[in-house]
C-alpha cells in the first residue's frame, strides 16, 4: 500500500446507485421526489483486494410544506486503506417553476469532514522510520457544493460541483491545510430522459460525465427498464472501467432494495475483482402529489 507522506487527499468517492439518489451527487436533487426518503447504501470496491475503497452513506431528504424548497441530510464514511473520511452534510434546494412544466432548481450544501491518517497501521520497509510512528491529528475541516438542475417532463439535466474545498495534510507539519483552486473541482452532468413504453413498462436513459482539469474524464451509460413499478433492471459502462449491472426491487409498498455489480475491464482485472453496492431505501408519501417511489 502506497502513501504519500507529504499530503494525503482523498478524491471525490464515486457512487455507482446515484440513479436512485442523486442528492448525493447534486445538492439540486433534494426532496425532487416530492416525499420523505430515507436511504442507506454500501459501496465495497475490489471486493478481493485488501485495503480497497470502502464507502457507507445514510441520507435523508424532504420537501418543505411549500414544494419549493427542499431539505436533505447526508452522513457518510469513506476509508482507502490507512486513510477515512466522515462527513455530515446538509442540503438546501429551491425550485424554480417555468412555464409549460419546466423547471430549474438550485441546491446549496455544506458540512464538516473528518479526516484521519493512520500511518502506524502501514507495512513499511523500515519499521523504525519515524515519520510513519505517528498518526496524522484528526482533522475537522468544511467543505461545500453547489449544482443547478433543469427538468422539463421525462427530462432532467443537471451539473453540479460536490467540493469546492481541497484538503491536504502534511506529515511533517502534522497539519491539515484547506484551499480552494478551480483546478481541482469535480465536475459532474448528469443527464436521464424516461420515456413510457407501454403503461407497464418505463425505459429510462441516462448517463454521467465527470470532469477533473487535471485527472482523466469518465463517462457513465446507463439503460434500465422498470416493470409495472416493483422490478427495474438495468446495465451501463463505465469508460475505463467496466460494464455495469443494476437493479432494484419493491419489497413492500415504501421499501424498496438496490443493487449493483461492476465489472471491470481494464488492464488492472487481473488483480482486482468487481465491485458491489447494496441500497435500501424508505420512501414515505406523505402527500398526493408525491412522485412514485421507485422513480428516484
Keep these: 500500500m502506497f502513501v504519500s507522506v507529504g499530503t494525503v487527499a482523498q478524491e471525490f468517492p464515486v457512487i455507482g446507485q446515484y440513479m436512485f439518489n442523486e442528492m448525493l451527487l447534486n445538492p439540486a436533487s433534494t426532496g425532487y421526489q416530492g416525499a420523505f426518503v430515507s436511504q442507506y447504501s454500501f459501496r465495497k470496491q475490489w471486493i478481493q483486494v485488501d485495503g480497497s475503497p470502502t464507502t457507507q452513506n445514510l441520507s435523508i431528504q424532504s420537501p418543505f410544506k411549500r414544494e419549493d424548497m427542499a431539505l436533505g441530510f447526508i452522513f457518510y464514511r469513506d476509508q482507502l486503506g490507512v486513510s477515512s473520511?466522515?462527513?455530515?452534510?446538509?442540503?438546501?434546494?429551491?425550485?424554480?417553476?417555468?412555464?409549460?412544466?419546466?423547471?430549474?432548481?438550485?441546491?446549496?450544501?455544506?458540512?464538516?469532514?473528518?479526516?484521519?491518517?493512520?500511518?502506524?497501521?502501514?507495512?513499511?520497509?523500515?519499521?523504525?522510520?519515524?515519520?510513519?510512528?505517528?498518526?496524522?491529528?484528526?482533522?475537522?475541516?468544511?467543505?461545500?457544493?453547489?449544482?443547478?438542475?433543469?427538468?422539463?417532463?421525462?427530462?432532467?439535466?443537471?451539473?453540479?460541483?460536490?467540493?469546492?474545498?481541497?484538503?491536504?495534510?502534511?506529515?511533517?507539519?502534522?497539519?491539515?491545510?484547506?484551499?480552494?483552486?478551480?483546478?481541482n473541482y469535480n465536475f459532474l452532468i448528469r443527464s436521464l430522459y424516461a420515456y413510457q413504453i407501454t403503461p407497464g413498462i418505463e425505459l429510462r436513459l441516462g448517463g454521467l460525465f465527470k470532469y477533473h482539469v487535471t485527472m482523466d474524464s469518465q463517462l457513465d451509460v446507463i439503460t434500465s427498464a422498470e416493470f409495472k413499478e416493483i422490478v427495474q433492471l438495468g446495465f451501463g459502462y463505465r469508460s475505463s472501467e467496466g460494464f455495469l449491472l443494476m437493479s432494484r426491487v419493491n419489497i413492500i409498498e415504501q421499501l424498496d432494495v438496490g443493487f449493483q455489480y461492476e465489472i471491470p475491464t481494464s488492464k488492472l482485472y487481473s488483480y482486482r475483482s468487481g465491485t458491489l453496492e447494496l441500497s435500501i431505501i424508505y420512501t414515505s408519501l406523505f402527500n398526493s402529489k408525491a412522485k412514485n417511489p421507485r422513480h428516484l
Design 85 to 183: 473520511e466522515s462527513g455530515i452534510i446538509t442540503n438546501y434546494a429551491y425550485r424554480l417553476k417555468l412555464a409549460d412544466h419546466h423547471s430549474l432548481i438550485f441546491g446549496v450544501g455544506g458540512g464538516l469532514f473528518f479526516q484521519r491518517v493512520r500511518y502506524s497501521e502501514l507495512d513499511v520497509t523500515h519499521p523504525g522510520d519515524q515519520i510513519f510512528l505517528a498518526d496524522s491529528p484528526l482533522g475537522i475541516l468544511p467543505n461545500f457544493s453547489g449544482g443547478v438542475k433543469y427538468t422539463y417532463q421525462g427530462f432532467e439535466l443537471g451539473l453540479s460541483v460536490p467540493k469546492f474545498l481541497t484538503t491536504t495534510y502534511s506529515q511533517s507539519s502534522r497539519q491539515f491545510d484547506v484551499q480552494h483552486r478551480f483546478g
